[in-house]
């Protein structure tokens, strides 16, 4: 299967993102960021819908720029006392979502964007898998630079506060992270499972990991293997890649809960 | 108490926006009010009804949607169609939210263009063995306004029954109808003439669009991008196209203007056969010489695309 370049231009970038999402996934589990994740990825049809309003035929910059702003807002308003947290994020969730579906299905064909609902990974082509690799060593950077600062931050945030780490820029940076490496990846993994990608492999790794360095290992390993597994066998059975990736990574995390519990009991 | 006066306000305002799409100006009884499904068959009616008095046209879909695959009817539409009398679709499974339509308007008169046009060229098929018997039944291509003869049946079906359900234009459609097809039919022989000296007939297309367009002109499809349009091919089915380029000594991968490009880029990058674009005539501008336009742009792509 690999004689042909397509599906090396698909594993190149399964290469690049699923570790990424590996990394990322770790403080978003760890942080319980799950369901804002969610939100940000749902926001992407906004985004989307944007670029089609401004007539964009690629609508990467007009979602990366929604989803920044979209990112920090949820960070700003999720300090808001009035109602709970997930509340306040759900209420934006759906507003973003119903907001893009509205404008998209204006004219009663919103199949044209159902691409994005379910990524399109074989589509890929050198230059856009260079775009993910310019991201991919922008997280790298950023986390060498403030993994212990994130860290603490996840632990105790008053404890972080009184070391003088400024929590709301740190938190600030992370989330325009998360929005960056969600918008520019979407098209090739679709709205509706970014987030599993980003969520199943770190929680499989919390199940079996010891410490915070086997932690993040597994992750990324977990992530990699998901990914590449899944497009073989999504291209030996001729299924869609993207959900194959998540159902592969979802097995992984079941298996790794029963070894959890075997290692409990 | 300043609450329950801003939530009746809202719900004033409300009704009077609601209100103001809603309640259109009644129509005087000798007007006839007709609506086409989508942009072929609009540019089809506007040619045979032009200059008529007292008739109004107006067309469902906007010249923007394209194929109506998975077309989902808006309150918009459902209003359209109720303040309509006559409702000129093009058939043969094209409009898949038809039967809707016509079950909530039974007093609906609905002109079906492709009337006896699809089962005459499928039983012409059957009769000189091209198709496998019945492989048509589950599922027929609906797309036959891209060929220029059978959209020229099309547009004299329309016109046969226009003239039957608004005989005081009578006069004025018949020639309208003449007219129109006059050009249509210098428009065939221009592409025929054109398309006989290439030398390249082995193409693939994005969908079935151009399957009686092939057909009419003696192109070769040897495969279709999206079996499905607006699913993206699976890695294998990918990888079947790509083979069956490779072996089968294609020229041209033709998208179309309505779908995304992403699949075809792919298979052209595999394997160095160029991509062009080829217009099933279904968005535009609401011209009177759309099809014509299109076509002839079309002509111009196929000879730059298989000429020498």
């Known amino acids: 299967m690999f004689r042909y370049e397509f599906i090396k231009n698909a594993l190149y970038a399964i290469l690049i993102i699923t570790p990424l999402f590996g990394i990322i996934g770790t403080v978003i589990v760890n942080n319980k960021m799950a369901f804002f994740s969610d939100a940000l990825g749902h926001s992407a049809l906004t985004g989307i819908a944007i670029g089609a309003l401004l007539g964009v035929t690629n609508p990467t910059i007009s979602m990366v720029c929604f989803g920044i702003i979209f990112a920090l807002l949820l960070n700003k308003i999720k300090d808001i006392k009035v109602t709970s947290r997930d509340t306040i994020i759900s209420v934006f969730s759906s507003t973003a979502l119903a907001l893009g579906l509205v404008i998209l299905s204006k004219n009663g064909n919103f199949s044209k964007f159902s691409n994005y609902l379910i990524g399109d990974i074989l589509s890929i082509v050198p230059s856009e898998i260079i775009a993910l690799l310019v991201i991919a060593i922008f997280v790298i950077v950023f986390w060498f630079l403030f993994f212990n600062k994130m860290f603490a931050i996840s632990l105790n945030s008053s404890l972080a506060k009184s070391k003088n780490i400024s929590v709301k820029l740190v938190e600030n940076l992370f989330v325009v992270l998360v929005a960056l490496i969600v918008m520019m990846s979407i098209r090739w993994v679709g709205i509706l499972i970014i987030n599993s990608l980003l969520i199943l492999p770190a929680a499989a790794s919390r199940n079996i990991a010891r410490n915070i360095k086997e932690y993040h290992f597994y992750s990324i390993l977990i992530a990699l293997f998901s990914g590449i597994v899944g497009l073989i066998v999504s291209y030996m059975q001729g299924i869609a890649t993207g959900p194959t990736i998540v159902l592969i990574a979802s097995l992984i995390f079941f298996v790794t809960y029963f070894i959890r519990k075997k290692i409990g009991d | ?308």
């Open chain 2, 1 to 308: 108490m300043k609450r329950v006066w801003i939530i009746c306000v809202m719900a004033v305002l409300t009704l009077l926006l609601g209100g103001c799409t809603i309640n259109q100006p009644a129509e005087a009884d000798d007007h006839l009010n007709i609506v086409t499904s989508f942009y072929p068959i609009y540019i089809a009616t506007s040619n045979i009804i032009d200059g008529a008095e007292n008739v109004s046209l107006q067309c469902l879909a906007s010249p923007d949607v394209g194929c109506l695959h998975d077309y989902q009817l808006t309150v918009k539409d459902m209003i359209t169609l109720e303040t309509a009398d006559i409702f000129v679709i093009n058939g043969g499974g094209a409009e898949s939210f038809l039967d809707k339509a016509v079950s909530a308007y039974p007093d609906l008169i609905v002109i079906n263009a492709s009337d006896e046009i699809l089962e005459e060229f499928i039983h012409r098929e059957e009769e000189e063995g091209l198709l496998e018997e019945h492989s048509h039944e589950d599922e027929e291509n609906s797309h036959i306004w891209v060929s220029v003869s059978l959209y020229i049946e099309e547009v004299k079906n329309i016109s046969k029954k226009l003239i039957e359900y608004n005989p005081e234009n009578a006069d004025l459609y018949a020639s309208n109808t003449e007219a129109y097809i006059s050009r249509l039919e210098s428009l065939g022989n221009e592409m025929h003439q054109g398309l006989t000296s290439i030398s390249k007939r082995n193409i693939v297309t994005f969908h079935e669009a151009f399957d009686y367009f092939a057909e009419e002109y003696d192109l070769n499809i040897v495969a279709v991008v999206e079996r499905e349009p607006g699913t993206s091919p699976s890695a294998s089915e990918l990888a079947e196209i790509i083979d069956l380029v490779r072996a089968n000594d294609v020229s041209a991968i033709f998208t179309e203007p309505q779908y995304s490009k992403s699949a075809a880029i792919t298979i052209a990058n595999e394997t160095g056969v160029p991509v062009y674009e080829l217009d099933p005539v279904v968005t535009g501008a609401f011209e009177k010489d759309a099809y014509e336009k299109a076509m002839r742009n079309n002509l111009d792509v196929l000879l730059e695309a298989l000429g020498e």
